[in-house]
């Protein structure tokens, strides 16, 4: 694990989100404070309506906090992802932010190289050859070398997982956010998405934040979170997490 | 560029009613201008079937049917250098009586009727210029001869009261309103002084050659700017004059004018619509790009993108639409001029409300947030 682990790469210091007012006013998130760090994988659990999307997005930089703040460690400091502006957030995500979501929103059209390096050439501004090279490295890590030039609906449901991870972790993010990323997988398939995920994070030191219902995912997390009614608490730590 | 074209060729059914859209107003477009200008075409006849270069008429004419006697005597105001021999050239309306009775307007045309003659009209054959030469004989065309209430050669009608003979038919010189009556100078000057007494020393046109065409433009200035009283054009000038003239006075470019625009309004509805429906369909893979960090202008830029795409094959597919129009149209009888200028300028018009139906779509994709993947 890289020494940084130490650190953590993600504060969280008593957010707030409320949404309505009167009487549809609905706290999701009250006063909830907690760290994130570099090489692991963090799982949050609780029940539906419980507020872990909306965390999720304020961590992520998608969803304003009504109050606290998220602080994100970034070259050699904490940088303030809610006191930064609209345009410098947005930079902030294309230069370490990933996204994996339960549905795999890959483009029909493309084949699931280009997947990839229409976020490197938009993203990057990367080279066609240099999207292409990084891109095809990063499938054949996923274990997709055979399914570079397939569309989406020629590839199965947990390939089109994996060709979303690497589409989230080509551009090099540090931070991944995944929302319910095995739900649409049967169990063999979302434990593999689950341990590229963890490997991505023990491998590379990237902060991987996933949310989930599903506990047969605990003995493969870091440490595991539980939300309810708005509020956070520490369900369980593996062994690996303790050596930090 | 090819990621928009890779999608509009993925979902090429999705696309195809823009592409179709773009198809049928560009179509509509050119063939209605084509159409009119084939109409239009058929007022200036008389110039475009003689071989003048210069044209002298009255002051102020508008059209080639419309000219005013002017002096047979101007003649010799067209001596100059590089100007080859003029001549006369009688064209007036007229009234002409059916062999059955009942009343026709026409259009008598006198000539010189030699083949060295510049106001010869071309459709006449050897043939038909000797006939002619017979005082009181005419020829018209082919579709005109019902108009006339004529049925074959040898038949007589009656021009301004005195009766004429057919002597030949020709085709290629249809008419809008009044046909044409081909005949000789001599049989010109004696219908049309029978209404009209200054046609005696008067004509209608001279009409002359230059050594070099080329030059024809600036001969015509110059007589222009020494003689007011008269008016002087090149034979493309006033062909065009006659056809803009007509075009204008019947408010027929008007007509064109709201069609085309319906035509294209048609379009980009449909076409802004289809986008819409396309990017609306593609929502969440381009919101997962904005919550990658892209930046919104990329997908703008994408959206636009496949607007042009989708009006220059559109634009391509019209362009062998229209030929082929076009030749029906003139198999069925009808005139079609496809000219590029024509070409282009639809094309320019469809492919610029192709682009700003992409711009109209671009309110989908101003909507499209990433926080609806979260749920
Ligand atoms: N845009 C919104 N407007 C109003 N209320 C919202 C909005 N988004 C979320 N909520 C409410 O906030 C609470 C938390 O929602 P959230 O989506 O975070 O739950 P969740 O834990 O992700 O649930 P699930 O497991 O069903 O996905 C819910 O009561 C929800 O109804
Ligand atoms: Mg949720």
Redesign the interface.
Same mark, same amino acid.
């Given at each position: 694990m890289p020494s940084a682990s130490s650190n953590p790469s993600l504060r969280s210091v008593r957010l707030e989100r409320t949404f309505g007012d009167g009487a549809t006013r609905r706290v999701a998130l009250s006063q909830v404070t907690f760290d994130l760090f570099p090489g692991r994988l963090a799982l949050l659990m609780g029940p539906s309506g419980s507020g872990k999307s909306t965390l999720l997005a304020i961590l992520s930089g998608l969803l304003n906090p009504d109050a606290g703040q998220v602080l994100a460690w970034e070259g050699g400091g904490y940088v303030d992802v809610w006191g930064m502006s609209q345009t410098q957030r947005e930079a902030f995500r294309l230069r370490q932010v990933g996204f994996i979501f339960q549905g795999y929103n890959l483009f029909p059209a493309f084949t699931a190289a280009q997947q990839l390096e229409i976020v490197l050439k938009w993203g990057q501004n990367a080279s066609s050859s240099d999207a292409r090279r990084r891109s095809h490295a990063m499938l054949e890590g996923l274990g997709l070398g055979g399914q570079m030039n397939k569309k989406p609906s020629q590839l199965s449901g947990g390939e089109k997982q994996r060709v979303a991870i690497g589409r989230a972790l080509v551009k090099g993010s540090k931070f991944i956010f995944a929302d319910e990323p095995t739900s649409a997988l049967d169990w063999e398939n979302g434990k593999l998405v689950l341990e590229l995920l963890r490997r991505e994070a023990h491998e590379h030191g990237a902060t991987i934040f996933v949310v989930s219902h599903d506990s047969r995912m605990l003995p493969y997390t870091d440490i595991a979170y539980h939300l309810e009614d708005g509020h956070l608490g520490e369900l369980s730590r593996s062994p690996l997490a303790d050596l930090s | 560029m090819t990621?928009a074209l890779? %999608?509009l060729?993925?979902?090429r059914s999705r696309y195809a009613a823009g592409v179709g859209a773009v198809l049928f107003s560009a179509v509509l477009i050119a063939l209605q201008v084509g159409l009119l200008l084939g109409l239009f075409e058929l007022t200036s006849i008389p110039v475009d079937h003689s071989s003048a270069d210069l044209w002298v008429g009255g002051n102020h004419v508008e059209s080639v049917d419309l000219g005013r006697p002017i002096p047979a005597s101007y003649i010799g105001r067209l001596n100059k250098p590089g100007v080859q021999m003029p001549e006369l050239y009688y064209l007036n309306f007229a009234n002409f009586t059916k062999p059955s009775g009942g009343y026709s307007l026409c259009t008598v045309v006198g000539t010189g009727l030699t083949a060295d003659h510049a106001g010869c009209p071309d459709v006449l054959t050897a043939e038909h210029r000797q006939l002619l030469t017979e005082s009181m004989t005419v020829c018209v065309d082919q579709s005109d001869l019902g108009k006339l209430g004529l049925e074959r050669v040898g038949d007589r009608g009656k021009v301004n009261g005195r009766e004429v003979r057919l002597v030949g038919v020709v085709s290629g010189i249809k008419s809008l309103a009044a046909p044409w009556l081909l005949c000789s100078q001599t049989t010109a000057r004696e219908l049309l002084v029978a209404v009209n007494p200054t046609y005696s020393d008067h004509v209608t046109y001279l009409l002359a050659r230059c050594d070099d065409p080329a030059h024809a433009k600036g001969i015509a200035k110059e007589l222009a700017a020494e003689y007011p009283e008269m008016s002087v054009y090149t034979a493309d000038e006033f062909s065009t004059k006659s056809r803009m003239f007509w075009l204008l006075r019947t408010k027929a470019g008007v007509a064109l004018g709201y069609a085309a625009l319906l035509g294209l309004l048609v379009g980009a509805v449909i076409t802004a619509q289809t986008l819409y429906a396309a990017t609306m369909a593609?929502a969440?893979?381009f @919101? %997962?790009?904005l @919550?990658?960090?892209?930046?919104r202008r990329?997908i703008y830029g994408l959206v636009m993108t496949q607007s042009f795409w989708i009006g220059l094959i559109g634009v391509t597919l019209a362009y062998p639409v229209v030929h082929l129009l076009g030749y029906v149209a003139e198999q069925a009888g009808g005139r079609v001029v496809i000219r590029w200028e024509v070409l282009l300028g639809a094309a320019v018009l469809t492919m610029g409300t192709s682009l700003l139906a992409g711009l109209v779509a671009l309110r989908s994709v101003k909507n499209i947030e990433?926080?609806s993947?979260?749920?």
């Open positions: - | 990621y890779q %999608t060729i993925h979902e593609s969440k893979e @919101a %997962t790009l @919550a990658l960090g892209i930046p990329k990433p926080m993947l979260l749920r």
